[in-house]
């Protein structure tokens, strides 16, 4: 068992946003070193009380780098080999971790193989699923994107490319990766690929994106370390917003039968949804959010940007993802932190006074569609989390305590 991700909290950031690289990729455009523009918000990650930084895609792409090019390369957009190499070493000097962001169920139509398959190259075009039964049929689209050409699994010449990429940038610095749009990639594709990555980096950790579909098994069959537990960020925001904590109740439960099997990997915002301020209809149930995220089992992780509140609507269209994908100024903010920054800090200051959350089982002492008390334990450790959506102050049963409205508290034991 992979032990560090236990006490892990990430800031994830999504680079080519962040950094305010163009929206596609000129061919011929000299190397721009953007990807530098991080290290000066290492401090503030770590400020902020994060042990590691969740990095988007960061390799050669088309446009928003998740259609890949050429995956031994840093997209000249944010720098080279050398600015990666920068990122790391600054990471390790403040004790640091990486994660790393890849996409391998697809790549984008300027994939050099892809190319080759076009051209007629037999060999090539096996590392492309087909629609239909007719080889010489179209070639296979995620989720019907054009650009986004459909890897097949089946070839044994695609599992060794990936297998060598993993093990490239983990021989470089990364300490594990986000395995984007795993849910599309059949489980025992990882099952071949990862165990000699493993073998060469047995530490590290890999956390496959799952937006539906069975958890517990995927994990299981594929041999990966975590997935990314969407039904507990849904019942999140969703039961804030109704009051009906019944539907947080019912997630906790699932949450805590996957985190029997696994570690799940949490969040309230990431790079593809719309943000928690923004989703959440009243502003002062963001604490309830976060106390939530930072109280219940899993490997939490923080959006950039959420730790002050930003807002910003996915929509779906072209150019839809810019709002939640902004960028950020060269230096770290001035001033005064907002509210929802020491929010952020003080809970995961929490979390990693007590790393036994990660594994902690969660326990509904009392419910009603407004209000809920839940304990999280492992062994003799103990927290109690109160909640309370309603407009009026609310007493808990059992001598657990009275909460203002609108307001949740934590309590030790």
Request: glycine residues 10%; hydrophobic residues 45%.
């Amino acid at each position: 068992m992979i032990v560090w991700p236990e006490s892990a909290v990430w800031w994830q950031v999504y680079p080519l946003g962040f950094t305010g690289a163009p929206a596609s990729a000129s061919p011929g455009e000299p190397v721009a070193h953007r990807l530098r523009g991080l290290e000066p918000w290492l401090d503030y990650l770590a400020g902020l009380g994060c042990t590691g930084l969740a990095l988007g895609p960061v390799f050669a792409s088309e446009t928003h780098g998740y259609d890949t090019v050429d995956h031994f390369r840093i997209d000249p957009r944010l720098g080279d080999e050398g600015d990666f190499d920068r990122l790391v070493a600054a990471l390790r000097e403040r004790g640091l971790r990486l994660l790393l962001d890849g996409v391998f169920n697809h790549v984008g139509r300027g994939f050099p193989v892809f190319r080759r398959a076009l051209e007629g190259d037999p060999e090539a075009a096996r590392w492309f699923r087909r629609t239909g039964d007719d080889p010489a049929g179209g070639y296979a689209t995620f989720e019907g994107h054009h650009a986004l050409v459909a890897l097949n699994h089946a070839e044994p010449a695609v599992a060794a490319h990936v297998e060598a990429v993993l093990s490239h940038w983990l021989d470089r610095g990364a300490d594990g990766w986000r395995l984007d749009a795993a849910y599309a990639v059949p489980p025992g594709f990882w099952r071949r690929v990862l165990p000699p990555v493993r073998a060469r980096h047995p530490g590290a950790w890999f956390a496959g994106e799952m937006i539906h579909g069975d958890y517990a098994s995927y994990v299981a069959e594929s041999g990966l370390d975590s997935v990314t537990q969407y039904e507990l960020w849904k019942a999140i925001w969703s039961s804030l917003n109704d009051r009906n904590l019944f539907e947080l109740a019912w997630a906790l439960d699932r949450h805590d039968a996957f985190a029997e099997k696994f570690l799940p990997l949490t969040f309230v915002g990431n790079h593809d949804v719309t943000r928690i301020a923004t989703r959440l209809d009243d502003p002062r149930h963001l604490g309830h959010a976060l106390a939530i995220l930072f109280t219940v089992a899993g490997t939490p992780a923080v959006y950039y940007g959420d730790e002050r509140a930003m807002e910003g609507v996915k929509e779906d269209r072209p150019g839809g993802d810019d709002a939640i994908r902004p960028p950020f100024p060269a230096v770290p903010f001035a001033g005064s932190p907002p509210e929802a920054h020491t929010l952020h800090r003080e809970l995961i200051a929490l979390r990693r006074a007590n790393p036994w959350l990660a594994r902690a089982r969660t326990e509904v002492l009392h419910l009603t569609n407004e209000a809920m008390a839940y304990a999280s334990a492992a062994g003799d450790r103990r927290l109690t989390v109160l909640l309370n959506t309603a407009d009026t102050p609310y007493a808990f049963p059992g001598g657990l305590g009275t909460v203002a409205a609108h307001s949740w508290s934590v309590v030790p034991g």
